[in-house]
C-alpha cells in the first residue's frame, strides 16, 4: 500500500513564493509519475503540474511561467515551486501518484491535500 503526504502549504502575501512538497512510501513495484492537482473552494480539482510522456511536464496555462515541478526520485518526492502567487492561486493543492503494485498492475493514489492562502 501506497502512502502520500503533502506538506508546505499556508498562507503568503501576493507575489510571495511557497514550497510545496510530496512524499510517496509504502510497498509498491514502481512509481509512474506524481504530479500535482488543485481545488479552489466552489470549483472542480483541477490539473496544476503533470509529467507526460517523453519527459515533458504539462502545466495549467494559469500557472505556466510562475510554477515548476521538481523531482527527487531516489526519495520518490516530488516539489512544486510557487512563485509570483496570485489570489486566485488559493487552493487545496493535492498530490496525485500513479503506482503499480506489480508488473501489470497499475492505480492512482491522491493525498490528503495542502491549503495554500494567497492573501495580504
Known amino acids: 500500500q501506497v502512502q502520500v503526504v503533502e506538506s508546505g502549504g499556508g498562507l503568503v502575501q501576493p507575489g510571495g513564493s511557497l514550497r510545496l512538497s510530496c512524499a510517496a512510501s509504502g510497498s509498491f513495484f514502481s512509481i509512474n509519475y506524481m504530479g500535482w492537482y488543485r481545488q479552489a473552494p466552489g470549483n472542480e480539482r483541477e490539473l496544476v503540474a503533470l509529467p507526460i510522456s517523453g519527459g515533458s511536464i504539462k502545466y495549467a496555462d494559469s500557472v505556466k511561467g510562475r510554477f515548476t515541478i521538481l523531482s527527487d526520485n531516489a526519495k520518490n518526492t516530488v516539489y512544486l515551486q510557487m512563485n509570483s502567487l496570485k489570489p486566485e492561486d488559493t487552493a487545496v493543492y493535492y498530490c496525485?501518484?500513479?503506482?503499480?503494485?506489480?508488473?501489470?498492475?497499475?492505480?492512482?493514489?491522491w493525498g490528503q491535500g495542502t491549503l495554500v492562502t494567497v492573501s495580504s
Open positions: 496525485n501518484v500513479g503506482v503499480s503494485a506489480s508488473e501489470f498492475e497499475y492505480h492512482e493514489v
